[in-house]
């Protein structure tokens, strides 16, 4: 299976999460089942998609959970599952179960984590408001 990864950049720094270690705690180990949510599909979908294969969306299953990670008591960020989200929103669902990941348990998940780094890139993201509010 390919190493799934998600990144984000700023001019001073990207913070990488090793999605594959997280979907194998998630689904093998049982780990955040406590962190089960079911997110509205409307209110996930109240940002611009960008990049989005709607091809391959549609060859998605939204009976899988996405898994969003939280970036601070104000935002999050969907991780994995955009293309199922944005079929989900395609198809009239209000719903969709997903992970949410806590900011506190996600260090063993970035790659070569740094707190500084992490704080830094997060702060200019936010300010160029590419996260969705809780």
Not at 20 to 29: E, G, M, N
Not at 53 to 78: G, M, Q, R, S
Request: charged content about 25%; some cysteine.
């Amino acid at each position: 299976m390919e190493e799934q990864r998600f990144k984000l950049a700023s001019d001073n720094g990207e913070v990488t999460w090793d999605i594959s270690a997280l979907i194998k705690d998630i689904f093998y180990k049982k780990l955040f089942e406590t962190d089960k949510v079911i997110f509205s599909v409307p209110h996930l979908c109240n940002h611009t998609w960008f990049g989005i294969n709607e091809v391959h969306a549609e060859t998605t299953d939204t009976n899988n959970p996405i898994i969003v990670i939280e970036i601070n008591d104000k935002y999050i960020l969907i991780a994995d599952g955009n293309h199922r989200i944005f079929k989900a929103s395609k198809m009239g669902l209000k719903n969709i179960e997903g992970f949410l990941i806590p900011r506190a348990d996600q260090q063993k998940y970035i790659i070569d984590f740094d707190l500084h780094t992490y704080d830094t890139v997060m702060s200019e993201l936010i300010c160029e408001g590419i996260f969705i509010d809780k």
